[in-house]
């Protein structure tokens, strides 16, 4: 693991550890609760290992936040002006999905997150993930098929997809890779 990935893995190990510590819950209650075993959890939270993208959804499904308000909190410090030098970037160690997150840290319920998902790269997210947000996706190259439930997008480039209830959702880019934006609301 590269430097970059390993601050990224530790600042986020650090943040699910202050998000347990703050509930008081012990890793068999978090583990319990995102159905990521406690060994994980630990090698998680001391920056060992660069969780996946499926992992940190169910463990901030646990906490009851989404992905980006997960790395946001992570990452991000106050202000209203987010350069991009200073936006935060995570790569799946998994797919080779990177996620940029746009917003800078405030209250306002939108955040701004822009993803490039590689060419044939397929990353699926539970219905838990989508429980506390409304969003909308905007394909601005490549071509993006999501399947959303039982229902496939087939997404080209300047289509906005806004998403319904909150159902099994799968992101594949099937022949080049696909960059995007997406808009969520939380609340």
Known sequence: MDDIANDISSTIGRRIHAERTMR?????????????SKAMLSTIERGMTSPTATL?????????????TLIARAELQGGGLLR???????RDPDTGYIRRHLSPASDMPLELIKVHLPAGARVSLPA????????????ISGRLEFTEGDVVHR???GDCLALGAPSDCTFHAPEAGADYLVALVRG
């Open 24 to 36: 008081d819950w012990s890793l068999a209650e978090l583990a319990e609760r995102s159905g990521v």
């Open 56 to 68: 940190l959804v169910r463990i901030a499904a646990a906490f009851g936040m989404t992905l980006s």
């Open 84 to 90: 991009e030098a200073d936006q935060p970037v995570w």
């Open 128 to 139: 838990a993930s989508y429980a506390f947000i409304k969003q909308q996706i905007w394909l």
């Open 155 to 157: 997404l080209e480039p």
